[in-house]
């Protein structure tokens, strides 16, 4: 099992930048894929990135390519996520996600307690 803890979040204005961070406990992590998760006000939760335990596979939601990009540092026990060009419609609660299994990518075994990005207009 890992537990997950998110760290970033926060307010910006459109076309700035947010990193934000995932520090997961457990001595498995690098047996994990990890990812990143978001519900929009009103909406349901949407898939955004998620890479395999070595960081050299990932997929990418088609909103977010070439904006986002996620990495991870083993040494570190930490998954981060790059966000460049925000846009308000990126505004959400952002969920650190985890699996044993890549090919789970659209349900995730494990889920952090989110932080809320804000992107003003």
């Known amino acids: 099992q890992v537990q997950l803890v998110e760290s970033g979040g926060g307010s910006v204005q459109a076309g700035g930048s947010l990193r934000l961070s995932c520090a997961a406990s457990?001595?498995?992590?690098?047996?994990?894929?990890m990812g990143w998760f978001r519900q929009a006000p009103g909406k349901g939760r949407e898939f955004v990135l998620i890479?395999?335990?070595?960081?050299?596979?990932?997929n990418v939601a088609a909103s977010v390519k070439g904006r986002f990009t996620i990495s991870r540092d083993n040494a570190k026990n930490t998954v981060y996520l790059q966000m460049n060009n925000l846009k308000p419609e990126d505004t959400a609660v952002y969920y650190c996600?985890?699996?044993?299994?890549?090919?789970?990518?659209?349900?995730?075994?494990?889920w952090g307690q989110g932080t809320q990005v804000t992107v003003s207009s």
């Open positions: 996600v985890a699996d044993r299994n890549f090919s789970n990518w659209a349900s995730p075994a494990y």
């Open positions: 457990g001595r498995t992590f690098r047996s994990y894929a």
């Open positions: 890479t395999n335990y070595s960081g050299d596979i990932t």
